[in-house]
């Protein structure tokens, strides 16, 4: 693989970042010791700027390149912080912190972004400006979206923004890209069903929430399969069902129910919730009971700009020797803030015949480290090249 024989050398050093990292994981906005090591590891490398506490607990470094008379900026994105698993891996390097691991691989996303931006703040081979983007708290937290409310785009003048992502099931070091909508909108919805509890021998003296809420699971599954044209994507998961009473002989007074919901549009975005909202009044008032509906708007789809696309994907062939089109995927990924701001691209880089990403037994494959580090670099080099 043409990948920089500068990344080859730094391999081992960027693997010792990573499996540190991965060593001591921390949840959504938690990253304090990741971003210190972060922003310490940005001083070293000599960046003409190291800007702690974006976003809250992100990190932000500035490279300027042999020249900056072309004015371009661009920036690069990694994310910090881990999930709430057991870790399962076996490995050395495992989680020292109980209920918590990088089973998601941002340990490597960050590592990987470090050696970049190692390499970048060297060599210096480019005209512009890059900003290194450290993001806390993509696993639900939003972080992304704080980064940019806090200015972030507009302080350092960002015009492009690029981020990456490891893929299991993809050969090591290989590409993957979408353009257009990629990751899905990522919603949630708590239903609250209110009716008349009583004996479970004497079902007709009460309103029965829980046949209510049965009824309406299954209902929720039509706006799928009734409502949304067939080849529109949209998932809406029931995931949890929860009664007030525990006792056998109780008809519950109130049931709790609580999913998410995935789409690639956003007019299929609001459909989904008027119909959740309809659906539900509908059946509550079928039964006689009461329905209220929160419906919690999270990450929207996240949609890759057609000409930094076609870029990146030529990036990535001159690395590995091919991209392929990636599949639309309907899981969800904060990026989507940053690219709601400045067009860009998002790329999956293949993590090899690993466990799927969120699974206790995933692990970040090292040797991907020289393909991701390469890529970041080549888009700012020929994105900017120096004159």
Not at 163 to 192: C, L, Y
Not at 316 to 342: N, T, W
Request: proline share 4%; hydrophobic share 40%; charged share 25%.
């Amino acid at each position: 693989m043409p990948v920089k024989n500068r990344f080859a050398e730094l391999q081992n050093e960027i693997t010792a970042w990573r499996r540190d990292i991965h060593e001591h994981p921390e949840i959504l906005f938690e990253t304090h010791r990741t971003s210190a090591l972060v922003a310490e590891k940005l001083r070293e490398f000599g960046c003409d700027e190291v800007t702690e506490g974006i976003g809250r607990t992100g990190v932000v470094g500035v490279i300027k390149g042999k020249s900056d008379s072309a004015g371009k900026v661009i920036g690069l994105r990694a994310d910090m912080d881990a999930l709430p698993i057991n870790e399962q891996t076996g490995v050395e390097y495992a989680s020292k912190t109980p209920n918590a691991m990088h089973a998601c691989g941002h340990d490597g996303h960050t590592a990987m972004l470090l050696g970049a931006a190692k390499y970048l703040s060297e060599t210096r081979n480019f005209d512009g400006t890059v900003v290194v983007i450290f993001q806390p708290a993509e696993e639900g937290g939003g972080g992304g979206k704080e980064m940019c409310e806090d200015g972030m785009m507009d302080r350092w003048g960002i015009q492009e923004v690029y981020g990456m992502h490891n893929w299991p099931g993809k050969p090591v070091g290989s590409f993957a890209i979408r353009e257009g909508a990629f990751f899905a909108a990522t919603d949630q919805f708590d239903i609250h069903l209110e009716g008349r509890g009583g004996h479970a021998a004497k079902p007709h003296e009460t309103v029965d929430t829980t046949v209510m809420a049965a009824q309406l699971v299954l209902a929720l599954q039509t706006i799928a399969s009734r409502n949304a044209d067939p080849v529109d994507q949209i998932v809406v998961s029931v995931t949890s069902f929860e009664t007030s009473s525990k006792a056998f002989n109780v008809i519950p007074q109130r049931v709790h129910i609580k999913g998410t919901v995935r789409t690639q549009s956003k007019e299929m975005r609001a459909l989904a919730e008027k119909r959740i909202k309809e659906i539900a009044a509908g059946i509550a008032t079928t039964f006689g009971g009461t329905a209220d509906v929160d419906y919690h708007l999270g990450y929207p789809v996240m949609v890759n700009s057609p000409e930094q696309t076609e870029f990146a994907a030529e990036v990535a062939k001159s690395i590995s020797g091919q991209c392929d089109e990636a599949p639309i995927v309907m899981g969800g990924e904060d990026f989507a803030f940053m690219l709601e701001e400045r067009p860009g691209a998002y790329i999956l880089v293949g993590n090899g015949d690993t466990a799927m990403v969120h699974h206790p037994e995933y692990n970040f494959n090292d040797e991907a480290i020289p393909a991701g580090c390469s890529w970041w670099a080549e888009i700012v080099e020929r994105r900017m090249p120096a004159a």
